[in-house]
């Protein structure tokens, strides 16, 4: 028994009326393997929390979890709220220099960890204040530092629960309690520490739940990081509100993993980003149209192109284990071609909007709403307003604003950079640009800060170039850049498929076909832009743009000056 004084939004009141209702039911776990069931969740979380307590974690302290998703990752953020401290959860792509700063500046008084991450702390083996604990039960003899198994810490937690003879005492949890502290890997490059609480998080998840009809028991399929907020919430406390069942895919899953996954635990909801549909667009979708000389012509008339999208779009669905009700799409921009193409198919999917501060979503769904606009990023979630500040009269394009229950405490000791972003009676400026239609949807046009300025006054979004650019199936990823008053594009090709398309030729006639291509491609570009935003040269890049957590590339390490040859 839990002797707490709770309140309706908080994330321990989440846990605990949820085992309350479904508390049998199978709850978390690894794809393909036995779940945890509600109970056997909650109590490893008081467990937990309990032993947290006894070794000094009090309220306000901070606790780190710099880890791959696992049920052992939840059980940790669940015990660590149940006390009132706060979870830094770090995002496990993050180079090791990150880690440093941000490790150095909370202060943790404990880190949760695994072995992919262990790298990234030796240097701070004097700094830490506890044993680090593996949550994928790694152990080594001669390890630099001090490591404690997951399964070794928590069997010692529910022994000490056990052996007492009185109910466990927690301190008081309030729902404008700090939770969380998150820091943003943006595109910018400046990463903050964003401050969330309780009702924060709890509010988002709650006006999620309201977008569709969830049925307790579906299964959600985890395959983005949990120290996201975006997956956070929409998929780790959106189905744990609604009684559903986690499965995480562990790494990351290459289209034939994710296929097999899929097949046994046949989910209900995956949140994605852009970057996976689109691969699959430009790998199982094209080809099969582009092989069939019927297909294409089919393909040039609409009602045989919506004929055709909506065959493959059942084929799709098959692909993700013929149970998917929803595919949530966030994080980033979707591709106005792909989005097309899932509209045409019948394809259960649905795009949000929202970023670290809002806990994420200011806007998506709700699913079955006709007039949602596609391209848009729908409406405006329940108990969130949105508006558009400073309009442009031609287009109604301006900064986007967002109020809620949601929306951030401010920046971890950073009033100034809190004070420019949030407005005293509570509104944020996200530094996205966008306007909301006739119909009250929201759309997207990109960051304020990435907006070009050409010399004869026109403002180009470089997204909506990038967007072109990236339909070439022969394209993995392209970006916009302005140089002396010119834009240039970079792209990274993909190499498999040159490969394919160059066999036995040589490495000079190779060269050539690449050429070839990007000054195609330049050209057929130009045709579909404004004479002043034309495209003055299309350049290879031969390895990977640096990219966020959601696959976003940071385009500060690419403007024109610093782009690399």
């Not at 986690?246 to 994710?258: D, E």
């Not at 019927?294 to 009602?303: A, Q, W």
Request: with cysteine; proline share 5%.
């Amino acid at each position: 028994m839990v002797v707490a004084s709770e309140v309706r939004m908080t994330l321990n009141y989440i846990l605990d009326s949820s085992c309350a209702k479904h508390g049998d039911a199978p709850c978390i776990g690894m794809a393909l393997e036995k779940p945890l069931t509600y109970n056997e969740f909650s109590n490893r979380a008081i467990a937990l929390a309990h032993r947290l307590q006894s070794e000094g974690v009090q309220k306000g302290d901070r606790v780190a979890l710099l880890a791959e998703n696992s049920h052992n990752w939840g059980n940790v953020y669940f015990a660590v709220v149940r006390l009132g401290a706060v979870v830094v959860p770090i995002l496990p792509d993050l180079p090791e220099s990150d880690v440093h700063h941000i490790l150095h500046e909370m202060q943790v008084k404990a880190l949760f960890s695994t072995q992919r991450q262990l790298e990234k702390i030796y240097e701070l083996k004097n700094q830490l204040q506890a044993p680090v604990v593996t949550l994928d039960d790694y152990t080594a003899e001669h390890e630099v530092i001090s490591l404690v198994t997951f399964f070794d810490y928590l069997a010692g937690a529910m022994a000490m629960v056990a052996k007492m003879d009185q109910d466990l005492q927690f301190p008081d949890v309030d729902q404008d309690d700090l939770a969380a502290i998150l820091y943003t890997s943006g595109t910018s490059g400046y990463s903050k520490a964003v401050m969330l609480s309780h009702k924060n998080l709890t509010s988002n998840a709650y006006s999620a739940s309201a977008l569709m009809r969830i049925e307790p028991g579906s299964v959600f399929l985890s395959v983005l990081p949990m120290s996201h907020t975006y997956e956070f919430t929409c998929g780790f406390l959106l189905p744990l509100l609604t009684g559903c069942r986690i499965a995480y895919a562990g790494k990351s899953p290459t289209p034939a993993i994710l296929q097999k996954l899929c097949q046994h635990e046949k989910p209900f909801a995956i949140f994605a980003v852009p970057l996976i549909l689109e691969k699959i667009y430009k790998k199982r979708v094209i080809p099969q149209i582009e092989k069939s000389k019927v297909l294409t012509l089919l393909c040039k008339i609409k009602m045989g192109r919506k004929f055709i999208h909506r065959k493959i779009g059942q084929k799709l669905l098959d692909f993700f284990g013929g149970n998917l009700k929803l595919m949530g799409i966030g994080g980033a921009a979707l591709n106005p071609e792909v989005e097309l193409f899932l509209a045409e198919a019948g394809f259960p999917y649905l795009i949000g909007y929202g970023l670290t501060e809002a806990s994420p979503l200011l806007s998506g769904g709700p699913a079955g709403d006709p007039s949602i606009t596609v391209g848009s990023a729908g409406k405006p979630i329940p108990g969130v307003e949105v508006k558009i500040v400073n309009p442009n009269p031609e287009t109604g394009i301006g900064e986007i604003y967002g109020c809620g229950a949601n929306i951030m405490m401010g920046y971890y000791q950073d009033q100034e950079a809190t004070a420019e972003v949030l407005s005293a009676d509570g509104w944020l400026a996200t530094g996205d640009l966008g306007f909301i239609d006739d119909r009250g949807n929201l759309h997207i046009c990109g960051r304020s800060k990435n907006v070009i300025v050409l010399p004869s006054g026109e403002n180009v979004y470089p997204e909506a170039i990038e967007h072109k650019l990236n339909t070439y199936n022969w394209v993995v990823e392209g970006i916009v850049v302005e140089n002396n008053g010119r834009l240039e594009a970079w792209i990274y090709p993909d190499y498999e498929a040159i490969d394919e398309e160059t066999t036995g030729k040589s490495r000079v006639e190779r060269r050539g076909y690449i050429d070839a291509l990007l000054e195609q491609m330049r050209h057929e570009l130009n045709s579909q832009l404004s004479t002043a935003s034309k495209i003055s040269k299309i350049y290879e890049r031969r390895e990977p743009f640096i990219k966020t957590a959601t696959h976003k590339i940071k385009r500060y390490l690419y403007d024109g000056n610093t782009m690399p040859a």
